[in-house]
């Protein structure tokens, strides 16, 4: 608690110095820099609602300086998603999500940041039940960060894992087979299983041979997630994968 008090009010002290610094010398940007660094660390904290309200000004602001085809505009329209995607309305999340991948497109040396996109759209598409453009983006994801990171990065891993999961949800048991074996292959060549950053494959592993009606070797590999944590929970970053509880 009192880490998460000191991250809202270093995000404070940014806010006011925006504000202070929008009123002395007009909107510019470093004033925009230090409201998006406000909101950021507002959502980092948890409080999400001030971190959404916040960065739907950092949207406005960055269009008015920087115009809509820019990566910091990409950057603040994203960041906006990502957040309206915990705290509104998923549809609305998506469409900013969408916009932003659009606008990382037509730029070049955007190929990170596209592969990020492409997985927050995937996120926000499962959580609006569409299972076939979350399979779409994941897919994509895997293929920019194997351009952008090479095949056997653990990011590549986390993006097959989630297209796994949408593969089950679209009933293609198989493809889902297939894509999270081979997301488990780059973690055992890795990081490894005893990592706590593999605990969201072996869930989703477990996800996978439930459905295959292999409920045994499951409950092993959930029980193997909860090892990885436990052993290691000191190790856990807030770089840890997202994985939304109703994919569980």
Not at 58 to 72: A, C, F, L, S, W
Not at 98 to 107: D, V
Not at 135 to 142: E, I, P, T
Not at 187 to 207: C, E, F, K, S, Y
Request: hydrophobic share 40%; proline share 3%; net charge neutral.
């Amino acid at each position: 608690m009192i880490e998460l008090e000191r991250g809202r009010e270093a995000a404070s002290i940014l806010y006011e110095a925006a504000r202070v610094g929008r009123k002395t010398v007009g909107l510019s940007p470093l004033v925009v820099g230090a409201l998006g660094d406000s909101a950021s660390g507002f959502y980092l904290a948890g409080y999400l609602k001030e971190a959404t309200r916040l960065q739907n000004q950092v949207v406005r602001d960055t269009k008015t300086v920087y115009g809509i085809q820019h990566e910091q505009f990409a950057n603040a329209i994203n960041n906006y998603a990502l957040y309206l995607s915990e705290t509104g309305d998923p549809k609305e999340a998506l469409q900013y999500a969408l916009q932003a991948g659009e606008i990382y497109a037509s730029l070049e040396g955007m190929t990170p940041a596209q592969a990020d996109n492409s997985n927050l759209i995937g996120y926000v598409a499962m959580d609006c039940s569409n299972y076939e453009k979350a399979m779409a983006a994941f897919l994509k994801a895997v293929k920019l960060k194997s351009a952008a990171r090479g095949p056997n990065d653990p990011s590549v891993a986390v993006a097959l894992g989630n297209a796994a999961q949408a593969a089950l949800r679209l009933g293609q048991t198989e493809q889902a087979t297939r894509l999270i074996n081979q997301s488990i292959a780059i973690i055992d060549n890795t990081i490894g299983r005893d990592d706590p950053r593999a605990a969201q494959h072996l869930v989703q592993l477990a996800t996978v041979r439930r459905e295959e009606g292999r409920k045994k070797e499951a409950a092993v590999l959930i029980q193997q997630a909860c090892n990885a944590l436990e052993k290691n929970s000191e190790k856990i970053t807030q770089n840890t994968p997202r994985l939304p509880s109703t994919w569980l």
